[in-house]
């Protein structure tokens, strides 16, 4: 009885896809390295960035903590375009896309 409680139990717990897990492990590894000065805050990475392209919808971003470097994402007129930031000199270091 009480192995078949805990086996219910636990199958109602969320389980995280490894997308999400990986997504989670970024994000902690982001906030991290900004905390230690390493990594410039993705705030003022958006400041600087989101201005430089005009009529575009900003979409968010992503981080790769292996690289540094965050991937801001743009929708103008049905395309995306993707700029890719230095997160440690905030110097752009790619952009493609319309």
Do not use: C
Not at 21 to 31: S, Y
């Amino acid at each position: 009885m009480r192995a078949a409680f805990l086996t219910i139990a636990l199958s109602a717990l969320p389980v995280l896809p490894a997308a999400a897990a990986d997504q989670r492990g970024e994000r902690m590894e982001l906030m991290e390295q900004t905390r230690q000065g390493k990594l410039i805050p993705v705030r003022e990475i958006e400041r600087r960035i989101v201005p430089g392209v005009p009529g575009a919808q900003y979409l968010g971003f992503d981080f790769d903590s292996a690289s540094g470097i965050y991937t801001l994402k743009f929708l103008r007129n049905g395309n995306v375009i993707w700029v890719e930031v230095d997160g440690h000199s905030g110097q752009v270091i790619g952009r493609s896309g319309n």
